[in-house]
């Protein structure tokens, strides 16, 4: 492969929350002695950004003056271009795409505009830990509608309790992700045609995370919500950002994509309340950089090494530890455990097999912040060799030490 995706990169003191966070108190805590640190809780990547990123951002600041400035036209048009040749968007316009600080507060924009104060918002289950803190924050009621695992160890949406939940409830607004976040699961149209109609049918406006629409597995395709019919285009707010794909997340930058006028003036208005949804200079040109045709190159190199990344632990997990179960991820880099039968044939908590890993180095995540009871969260967004010793020290030190 051209890009380097095997080095192994000394995060320590260079702002990564992943290592440095450790052992505060809100993290996994330190490993003992005799362990290195393997980062695999926070959801960012541990390889160095795509070379036209890089190119990009250097060039600008190579210019010293950095005064008050506008979005260029290359920033538009390299997010026209990505959204047709990766997603195969048609029609999208610069007045359709607007700038957000994060997903997150997109999300909370648009609900102001979907839910009055207090009202109710449909979400999946597992959950994203941010979805979560930020629609309690918010002050809205979360109505979970559980996935489930069909025979084929698939999560699937469950289409007769999201509806159920919707007309008991009253509800008017939900959030989708697509990728699914923790879960790993790409929505295949159909699924999505299905959701949609259900939420037309209830006038259900819905908010579309689809942040982790770059990272897809294998021969996967990511399904933009929007896309799948013009009733869905027009009640779809869909939230995309080269923050995951790039692992730029600490240049805060994110975009939305609003067809609806109505919709768009109205979250435009929402979000400008703040007088501080504003873009960086540097984060601008860092999606013009990353969206371009190295940009594209990087990113299908990054999704084969991720592949064979999930391949080999997927393969590890199954084989080797008795007890867990997983289903493979079909997008994103995270895989979510199911440790249940582990711990009950061993007579351990979920706080003590966390504890075990940690303390050998492997930080991984406790699962329950994103609404799995007895899971936990990998990132395998490391080198391979990286990937392999964790896996090697979960074998050897926690489930069959």
Known sequence: MKYDF?????????DALAIDALGTGWAPDLPRDGFDVIPMWVADMNFPTAPSVIKAMKERID??????FEPREEYYSSIIRWQEERNGVKGLLPEHIGYENGVLGGLLSALSVFCSAGGKVLVHSPTYLGFTSSLKNGGYDIVHSPLYLDSDGVWRMDYEDMERKIRENNIHAAIFCSPHNPTGRVWERQEIERAMDIYKRHEVFVVSDEIWSDIILGNGKHIPTQSVSEDARERTVALYAPSKTFNLAGLVGSYHIIYSKLIRDRVEKAASLSHYNSMNMLSMYALIGAYTDEGGRWVDELCHTLSTNVDYAYGYVMGHFEGISAAKPQGTYMLFLDCGEWLDRHGKTLEELLKAGWD???AW????????DRHIRLNLALPLAVVKEAMERLDKYVFNG
């Open 360 to 362: 050998v180095g492997v």
């Open 365 to 372: 995540q406790d699962g329950r912040q994103h609404g799995g």
């Open 6 to 14: 095997e080095s192994v990169i000394d995060r320590k003191g260079k």
């Open 63 to 68: 210019h010293p003056a950095f005064g008050y």
